[in-house]
């Protein structure tokens, strides 16, 4: 067996493409010619170099502008926004599995009967006799009943969807007067305030089914007012219709309607259902507002103050449903809510209605109405000087009055919807009225923080910064308690940053930092502080600053948990986004800043460690002790203790180590004892990676590094380490890894065989110690399947042949570490020990293909054999048989049409010693595969033998 002489000098030149010199990138617009077809011009697009402005269309946004126009109804949209705020009315207030209910509302409600319990009353719940349940929604004697009973949560709701169904049903056969009595029975339903959290989800399905009625009435009355009973067209209304257009039977329809809820006796359903089929009113008169100001009125009367808010709240959502309407009513409506708060708020005990709970409860369930009707007043941006004059806030938005009182909770709301301009240009004055409005339907700390956030969001209009940031430090450090303290102050604090008043902050800093030493910190204000020290941490771009902060690092000590983990995360990030880090304090308390993320963070789980372990490898890979080597390896070795969990982090420690050896060796100080300190870091950190593979990678560059510094007997000891990790790398705990795994090793073996070449021959234990290394290793584990078996062992021929060539086709840059070319040149045990390995590869790789499974991954090996055997070895007349059973092999596998066949046939038809005038007939063959197992090769012309 004999190798090919290969001048790897010569086919690099052969095969290298020629080089042009350009001015700019080939693919640049301005250089590149455009492509023209059907005489259309088309630039080339390089994706590579990003989107051109003309390809950055925004398709969603212009899609999402034509869907929602200027020109649609405003009612759509409101309705979009009611069903969006009851979603998440809905989820604000959780519900418990068992809610109290009225005995006379359960009785009514549920005419079977339920496995309830009575809480007052001892009667149990009986079923309603079948001729009664049609009149009970008139009988308002049957009221007189004492007593709650606890019913289901589910159980309720399922009654209620039951009810929607039922009226649905019902005007479907045309029985409207039984769906009308249904509907009322819904809205009795909240009449019952004693469900307490409950109440908020019982008003959004029970006014769904309000809607929903209304709706179906609006539909009956317009066909009514469109078609004739026989289904003839009269007219068709446009969508701002006035009611001299409709016709006397649609009216008639329509005031049936409001006659029949005119009776109901009740006031609360009466309400709620005329409100359902307000817009109705357009079919009877064009001038119907004194209506809406009517049902204003009429919910004065109603007691239950969590009933009549539920009740405002509903009107409003109905009034958003007409086509044009004065804010009047929401005025009104906000002021009649203003003076029952002042009543809650002065009772010592509450005594509201059936309603069961203490005042907080109360004004908390309140809280949604006040929210939305505040929205609605100021959605209009150009009503609102009018609606600041009709709140008697003050005379125009330029002039607020800061000393008249309000309602703690009204105010909030009041600051969430004022424009920002409105806040800014009266920022004393706003602070002056929450300074007078602190009552305890709302925190008072709540409303400084709103009135901060508002102020940051118009930042550059604040013309009073210092009285404003002065007032509100003394406000806030009369608040006892430090979660108070903290919310207002976290308000501000961008706003101290952004005017850099040093002062304040230093005294804010101060004042933190004595309260933190004397009271025990809860959760809540952990959760205050980090926001004020993140705020401190991404305004400053180095972190230099944010250290010398006057009690900054003090703060920081005092925070433990997830909320110092967080604040530890942020700064890393900070401090990663400069170039180096290189002032050793700043280096210092990073580390510790580090270690706490470390210490805090439980690894036992991937997703909260990722991110930190992140961070903590960019502070390392940023940190710079310039000149000082020694010095950075030291640092290397603390962080290795330091952050002794994080297995990642130790593989880029190695490569650290790595690098500062290559720099080492590039600044050529000699200092061979330091390089060899690199190389023993990583010998002692390489073994602590749990993962062999990476391991594997980490023994190789560590060898690399070895080879470049000379130091020849250490890469040997490193190579033997990364075999072994070779080894181990498919068995963890006895279970074996999947064939994806299996080819990323054999993808790691070969890269070993090409660092080979680098490594001089072990003059002890033989020249080719490492390639017979892994001959063994492929015989040892029986894991390896034929077709990973086949590609090493290529790779294997590869190496043997290239050490056989006169001169390597690279080498190490050390002039202390000698090839193998030269070392071990016209040598003849060397050449021996090459061509008996190569047999025993070629063997293997013999026995291997037949062992494949897949018919066409083995027809694919046979040829990926046949092409190295003729890539690297001379064909003779031995080798020429084995490439013919190779090739048969293929075909039965793959076929006579095979492309990657017929190549591999024409090369080694090039590599064969017997010349064209020797070629036998095609018929007549002695030896390879004849005519019938290829007959598409003799059609071509092909030689079938080798």
């Given at each position: 067996?004999?190798?090919?002489?290969?001048?790897?000098?010569?086919?690099?030149?052969?095969?290298?493409?020629?080089?042009?010199?350009?001015?700019?990138?080939?693919?640049?617009?301005?250089?590149?010619?455009?492509?023209?077809?059907?005489?259309?011009?088309?630039?080339?697009?390089?994706?590579?170099?990003?989107?051109?402005?003309?390809?950055?269309?925004?398709?969603?946004?212009?899609?999402?502008?034509?869907?929602?126009?200027?020109?649609?109804?405003?009612?759509?949209?409101?309705?979009?926004?009611?069903?969006?705020?009851?979603?998440?009315?809905?989820?604000?207030?959780?519900?418990?599995?068992?809610?109290?209910?009225?005995?006379?509302?359960?009785?009514?409600?549920?005419?079977?009967?339920?496995?309830?319990?009575?809480?007052?009353?001892?009667?149990?719940?009986?079923?309603?006799?079948?001729?009664?349940?049609?009149?009970?929604?008139?009988?308002?004697?049957?009221?007189?009943?004492?007593?709650?009973?606890?019913?289901?949560?589910?159980?309720?709701?399922?009654?209620?969807?039951?009810?929607?169904?039922?009226?649905?049903?019902?005007?479907?056969?045309?029985?409207?007067?039984?769906?009308?009595?249904?509907?009322?029975?819904?809205?009795?339903?909240?009449?019952?305030?004693?469900?307490?959290?409950?109440?908020?989800?019982?008003?959004?399905?029970?006014?769904?089914?309000?809607?929903?009625?209304?709706?179906?009435?609006?539909?009956?009355?317009?066909?009514?007012?469109?078609?004739?009973?026989?289904?003839?067209?009269?007219?068709?209304?446009?969508?701002?219709?006035?009611?001299?257009?409709?016709?006397?039977?649609?009216?008639?329809?329509?005031?049936?309607?409001?006659?029949?809820?005119?009776?109901?006796?009740?006031?609360?359903?009466?309400?709620?259902?005329?409100?359902?089929?307000?817009?109705?009113?357009?079919?009877?008169?064009?001038?119907?507002?004194?209506?809406?100001?009517?049902?204003?009125?009429?919910?004065?009367?109603?007691?239950?103050?969590?009933?009549?808010?539920?009740?405002?709240?509903?009107?409003?959502?109905?009034?958003?449903?007409?086509?044009?309407?004065?804010?009047?009513?929401?005025?009104?409506?906000?002021?009649?809510?203003?003076?029952?708060?002042?009543?809650?708020?002065?009772?010592?005990?509450?005594?509201?209605?059936?309603?069961?709970?203490?005042?907080?409860?109360?004004?908390?369930?309140?809280?949604?109405?006040?929210?939305?009707?505040?929205?609605?007043?100021?959605?209009?941006?150009?009503?609102?000087?009018?609606?600041?004059?009709?709140?008697?806030?003050?005379?125009?938005?330029?002039?607020?009055?800061?000393?008249?009182?309000?309602?703690?909770?009204?105010?909030?709301?009041?600051?969430?919807?004022?424009?920002?301009?409105?806040?800014?240009?009266?920022?004393?004055?706003?602070?002056?009225?929450?300074?007078?409005?602190?009552?305890?339907?709302?925190?008072?700390?709540?409303?400084?923080?709103?009135?901060?956030?508002?102020?940051?969001?118009?930042?550059?209009?604040?013309?009073?910064?210092?009285?404003?940031?002065?007032?509100?430090?003394?406000?806030?450090?009369?608040?006892?308690?430090?979660?108070?303290?903290?919310?207002?102050?976290?308000?501000?604090?961008?706003?101290?940053?952004?005017?850099?008043?040093?002062?304040?902050?230093?005294?804010?800093?101060?004042?933190?930092?004595?309260?933190?030493?004397?009271?025990?910190?809860?959760?809540?204000?952990?959760?205050?502080?980090?926001?004020?020290?993140?705020?401190?941490?991404?305004?400053?771009?180095?972190?230099?600053?944010?250290?010398?902060?006057?009690?900054?690092?003090?703060?920081?000590?005092?925070?433990?948990?997830?909320?110092?983990?967080?604040?530890?995360?942020?700064?890393?990030?900070?401090?990663?986004?400069?170039?180096?880090?290189?002032?050793?304090?700043?280096?210092?308390?990073?580390?510790?800043?580090?270690?706490?993320?470390?210490?805090?963070?439980?690894?036992?789980?991937?997703?909260?460690?990722?991110?930190?372990?992140?961070?903590?490898?960019?502070?390392?890979?940023?940190?710079?002790?310039?000149?000082?080597?020694?010095?950075?390896?030291?640092?290397?070795?603390?962080?290795?203790?330091?952050?002794?969990?994080?297995?990642?982090?130790?593989?880029?420690?190695?490569?650290?180590?790595?690098?500062?050896?290559?720099?080492?060796?590039?600044?050529?100080?000699?200092?061979?004892?330091?390089?060899?300190?690199?190389?023993?870091?990583?010998?002692?950190?390489?073994?602590?990676?749990?993962?062999?593979?990476?391991?594997?990678?980490?023994?190789?560059?560590?060898?690399?590094?070895?080879?470049?510094?000379?130091?020849?007997?250490?890469?040997?000891?490193?190579?033997?380490?990364?075999?072994?990790?070779?080894?181990?790398?498919?068995?963890?705990?006895?279970?074996?890894?999947?064939?994806?795994?299996?080819?990323?090793?054999?993808?790691?073996?070969?890269?070993?065989?090409?660092?080979?070449?680098?490594?001089?021959?072990?003059?002890?234990?033989?020249?080719?110690?490492?390639?017979?290394?892994?001959?063994?290793?492929?015989?040892?584990?029986?894991?390896?399947?034929?077709?990973?078996?086949?590609?090493?062992?290529?790779?294997?021929?590869?190496?043997?042949?290239?050490?056989?060539?006169?001169?390597?086709?690279?080498?190490?840059?050390?002039?202390?570490?000698?090839?193998?070319d030269r070392l071990f040149l016209g040598d003849a045990m060397y050449s021996q020990e090459l061509g008996s390995l190569?047999?025993?590869?070629?063997?293997?790789?013999?026995?291997?293909?037949?062992?494949?499974?897949?018919?066409?991954?083995?027809?694919?090996?046979?040829?990926?054999?046949?092409?190295?055997?003729?890539?690297?070895?001379?064909?003779?007349?031995?080798?020429?048989?084995?490439?013919?059973?190779?090739?048969?092999?293929?075909?039965?596998?793959?076929?006579?049409?095979?492309?990657?066949?017929?190549?591999?046939?024409?090369?080694?038809?090039?590599?064969?010693?017997?010349?064209?005038?020797?070629?036998?007939?095609?018929?007549?063959?002695?030896?390879?595969?004849?005519?019938?197992?290829?007959?598409?090769?003799?059609?071509?012309?092909?030689?079938?033998?080798?």
């Open positions: 067996m004999e190798f090919k002489a290969r001048d790897y000098r010569a086919e690099e030149e052969v095969y290298s493409l020629p080089r042009v010199s350009v001015s700019s990138h080939p693919l640049c617009s301005s250089s590149s010619s455009s492509l023209t077809q059907d005489h259309v011009s088309i630039e080339f697009f390089d994706p590579l170099r990003g989107l051109s402005t003309e390809v950055l269309e925004p398709v969603e946004e212009t899609a999402v502008a034509e869907k929602h126009h200027v020109g649609q109804p405003t009612s759509h949209l409101s309705s979009k926004e009611w069903t969006s705020f009851n979603k998440l009315l809905m989820q604000r207030f959780p519900v418990p599995k068992m809610i109290s209910v009225s005995a006379f509302i359960t009785w009514i409600f549920f005419p079977l009967q339920l496995s309830s319990k009575t809480i007052k009353g001892k009667k149990a719940i009986g079923e309603i006799p079948a001729n009664k349940q049609s009149d009970e929604l008139y009988d308002s004697e049957k009221s007189t009943e004492k007593g709650l009973k606890i019913v289901s949560q589910q159980e309720y709701i399922s009654r209620l969807h039951e009810l929607k169904d039922e009226i649905t049903r019902s005007w479907r056969s045309d029985d409207r007067v039984t769906s009308l009595k249904l509907s009322i029975k819904v809205a009795r339903l909240l009449m019952d305030t004693c469900v307490g959290q409950f109440y908020p989800t019982l008003f959004v399905l029970a006014t769904d089914i309000m809607d929903m009625l209304g709706d179906m009435v609006w539909a009956r009355i317009r066909e009514k007012a469109e078609f004739a009973d026989d289904g003839t067209k009269i007219c068709n209304l446009s969508d701002d219709f006035e009611a001299n257009s409709i016709c006397f039977e649609a009216k008639e329809t329509c005031n049936n309607w409001f006659r029949k809820i005119a009776s109901i006796p009740e006031l609360l359903p009466r309400i709620y259902l005329e409100l359902a089929i307000f817009p109705c009113w357009r079919f009877l008169r064009n001038d119907f507002m004194g209506h809406l100001t009517r049902m204003v009125m009429m919910i004065r009367g109603i007691a239950d103050p969590l009933a009549s808010a539920y009740c405002r709240f509903f009107l409003i959502h109905c009034a958003q449903k007409l086509p044009e309407h004065d804010a009047g009513h929401l005025v009104t409506c906000i002021s009649d809510q203003k003076i029952i708060l002042r009543q809650i708020v002065s009772m010592k005990e509450i005594k509201c209605g059936n309603f069961l709970g203490d005042h907080k409860l109360l004004i908390s369930l309140m809280e949604p109405t006040i929210e939305y009707t505040m929205r609605c007043i100021f959605k209009d941006p150009n009503q609102v000087a009018d609606m600041i004059v009709r709140l008697e806030l003050g005379k125009s938005p330029l002039e607020l009055h800061g000393n008249v009182p309000w309602i703690s909770i009204i105010l909030h709301y009041l600051l969430k919807e004022l424009p920002t301009e409105v806040v800014c240009s009266n920022a004393l004055e706003i602070l002056h009225l929450v300074d007078c409005s602190s009552d305890f339907s709302f925190d008072q700390c709540l409303n400084y923080r709103m009135l901060g956030l508002k102020l940051w969001e118009g930042i550059d209009q604040l013309n009073t910064v210092d009285a404003v940031v002065d007032e509100v430090i003394q406000a806030a450090t009369k608040r006892k308690i430090l979660d108070e303290y903290l919310k207002i102050l976290d308000a501000y604090i961008d706003i101290i940053l952004h005017y850099n008043m040093d002062r304040s902050l230093s005294s804010i800093l101060s004042e933190i930092f004595e309260r933190l030493c004397n009271e025990v910190v809860t959760e809540d204000e952990l959760a205050s502080l980090q926001s004020i020290v993140v705020k401190l941490v991404t305004h400053f771009d180095d972190m230099k600053y944010v250290f010398d902060l006057n009690y900054f690092v003090d703060i920081l000590d005092v925070m433990h948990g997830s909320s110092r983990s967080i604040v530890c995360m942020h700064i890393l990030t900070n401090a990663t986004r400069n170039d180096r880090i290189d002032d050793p304090t700043t280096v210092k308390l990073l580390f510790d800043v580090a270690q706490s993320l470390h210490d805090n963070v439980d690894f036992s789980y991937m997703s909260d460690n990722q991110q930190a372990e992140r961070l903590v490898a960019r502070f390392i890979d940023k940190v710079d002790h310039g000149m000082e080597l020694d010095r950075h390896l030291t640092f290397l070795v603390e962080c290795r203790g330091a952050f002794s969990s994080m297995n990642d982090l130790k593989e880029i420690l190695v490569h650290s180590s790595n690098l500062l050896a290559i720099r080492a060796l590039k600044e050529k100080t000699n200092n061979l004892n330091f390089i060899k300190s690199c190389i023993t870091f990583n010998e002692v950190t390489i073994p602590c990676i749990p993962s062999y593979t990476r391991q594997f990678i980490l023994y190789l560059e560590t060898a690399e590094v070895s080879l470049f510094g000379g130091l020849i007997s250490h890469s040997d000891g490193l190579l033997d380490s990364a075999v072994c990790c070779l080894q181990n790398v498919y068995l963890v705990d006895g279970l074996k890894k999947s064939n994806e795994d299996g080819d990323g090793i054999v993808s790691l073996t070969r890269k070993l065989c090409s660092f080979m070449l680098l490594v001089p021959g072990n003059l002890e234990q033989g020249a080719m110690y490492i390639p017979k290394s892994i001959l063994s290793l492929l015989d040892s584990q029986s894991w390896i399947t034929p077709k990973q078996r086949v590609r090493v062992l290529c790779s294997l021929l590869s190496l043997s042949a290239t050490f056989a060539q006169n001169e390597l086709p690279y080498h190490a840059v050390h002039e202390e570490v000698i090839g193998n190569s047999t025993v590869i070629l063997n293997n790789m013999i026995d291997a293909i037949p062992q494949e499974p897949s018919q066409v991954m083995r027809g694919k090996l046979a040829l990926e054999s046949c092409n190295s055997i003729a890539s690297f070895l001379k064909v003779d007349d031995e080798l020429s048989s084995v490439c013919s059973k190779l090739i048969e092999t293929a075909v039965s596998c793959l076929g006579g049409n095979d492309k990657y066949l017929k190549s591999t046939i024409n090369f080694v038809n090039k590599q064969s010693p017997i010349s064209a005038g020797e070629e036998r007939d095609a018929g007549k063959l002695s030896r390879g595969f004849g005519t019938k197992e290829c007959p598409e090769i003799v059609k071509e012309g092909l030689r079938p033998t080798l």
